[in-house]
């Protein structure tokens, strides 16, 4: 194996299985709540690569000397077709996506070229109740991939624009304050604050946010930092939906979080992470960002989330349910119409029944048996009675 | 609850790591003979001693929630990681050195470059639009201009006397770098009033 076949071996999903069963878990959650499931190529036009993807896609050239591009994400391309082929549809528009986007790693952030991704877009809903379904998605999701331990950080990124809009820094100034807070580098901050002679009030709001996360009582604590109109507007949008969240016993908590200021282009609204102990990553991301499907021709609202399914594998090994239910032995061409017979009455009931074309040995049939959780082995003619082999289910 | 694991750097940042930690109480004893994992006095957090190139990916990967890495390490790995204090030891600066009477230019061929940092290098050399080249050493970076391997060295410097026996100095500063304490995003999310209490306590014993 060469040094190029193993630095991109190196980068793949850990345990496809694992990957399987959360993708199944989830999509099942997605269809419960009607989310209707949209698949994309894997290439695409490289210039409908929105702005916060430039210069981070992988190119090819297509035949006619046109360049092209590995998706770089999917919400875009669900905005995409929300623009133009679904726009003749009643909204609220409600699709989900499964599948893996492709970007070159990201200087001092994400490094992976593959990113596999489980999500929803509900697109053309603006307010709480939709902020809300979104945000209960996600923890439902969470909950029933077994990440019962998990939490979602909930914020909304007015609140720091306001901050940073009613100061008299500039752009770039905006852009080395939120690269120090994001960093948490108070240090730096206080002397970047001083050296840009921002007024005291908003200086010392923008040092304190670091310390706005918690509980709702995180509400009183910043508001008693700024009276400006829009930070009041989003502290009251994100408390509005925190009270609803309260009040519906979400399977896994949220937490008032308005220290992230990372991509704050992106977002509009409210924003969130899911984060699980010993994962070091984010295994879930969401917010609202209203001006996504604009550059595609229609102004509309939208709220969505990710799941990380490379990021969340690793937490199901071991407790993935299934892939096949029964593994039906074959033995010879002659039994194939009886053991065919079996099979679809097996898949009639909703099993996943797979015929062991292999006539595999029994020490490679358990090999294969542990790969796919199979929790019964059938041998035919067995007079309509199965018999059980190997783990139970 | 497990443990918050703190990943400290081997070499010349370790002594006073340990010695910070000592002082505020969650070491007792600095001298660990060869263990590389240990816990604090009081349980609560777990010690891991690793080489300095591996901590930033031990804490950006969440297997330690903090690290003690030096400042020339972070920039040189990339990594996506929270840097909440510097701990005002170790400073360095990182600087291009080249042979006695040579200057910087943009101008003329493209230069090689002998580092142990060739993204901080790279960055640079971009930055000032000079054309250059990187060769990636291991150590004794120093070497490289007298054996006719680069034409400039970009390399880590304390006093600079290094550079002067072997006939270089320094033509231009990159950065000025100390040691710093890191913490995992997800952890500062999880763990964030233990990773606090410790960030404050540490503050407390740093020189103003």
Known sequence: MNSLTMRASS???????????AERILRRLFRGWTYIETRFGILQPADGVQPADLGRTFDVPDESGGLLSLRPDFTSLVAQEAATTGQGIPRPLRRSYCGTAFRKPDRGGDRRREIRQSGVELIGASGCLADAEIVTLASEGLAALGLDQAQIHLGHVGFIDALLDASNLTE??????????????R??????????????????ALMKLLDLVGSSAVFAQARALTSLPAALDALGELEALVNMMDRSRLPVPTIVDLTEVRDRSYYTGIRFEGFVPSS??????????????QPFGSKEPAVGCAFEINRISPFLEGSEPADIDELLLCPSQEQWPEVLERARALRSQGHRAAIDVLSSPSNQRMLYQEAYGIRRIIEPGTSGTLEEEGRSS | MKPLTI???????????????????????????????FDSTDGRCQFLLVKPVDVPTYVEQGAADIGIVGGDVLLESDSDVLCPLMLGYGACRIVVAAPRGDAITASGRPRRIATKYPRIAERFFSEQRIPAAMIRLGG?????????????????????????????????????????????????????????????????????
């Open chain 1, 11 to 21: 980068k793949m999903a850990p345990s496809p299985p694992a990957a399987l069963a």
């Open chain 1, 172 to 185: 770039a100034g905006k852009t080395i304050v939120c690269n120090l807070l994001a960093k948490h580098d």
């Open chain 1, 187 to 204: 240090k730096a901050m206080a002397l970047e604050l001083e050296s840009q002679q921002v007024d005291a009030p908003t200086a010392t």
């Open chain 1, 280 to 293: 070091g990553f984010p295994v879930l991301r969401g917010g609202r960002y209203d001006n996504l499907v």
């Open chain 2, 7 to 37: 990943a400290l750097s081997k070499g010349r940042l370790l002594a006073p790591a340990l010695s910070l930690f000592e002082k505020i109480g969650l070491i007792a004893l600095p001298d660990r003979g060869r263990q590389l994992v």
């Open chain 2, 140 to 208: 004794s970076v120093e070497l490289a201009p007298s054996m006719g391997l680069s034409d400039w060295i970009v390399d880590l410097v304390e006093t600079g006397r290094t550079l002067v026996e072997n006939g270089l100095e320094p033509i231009a500063e990159i950065t000025t770098t100390q040691a710093q304490l890191i913490v995992n995003r997800a952890s500062q999310k999880l763990r964030r009033e233990g990773i606090g209490l410790i960030i404050e306590q540490l503050s407390k014993e740093l020189p103003c």
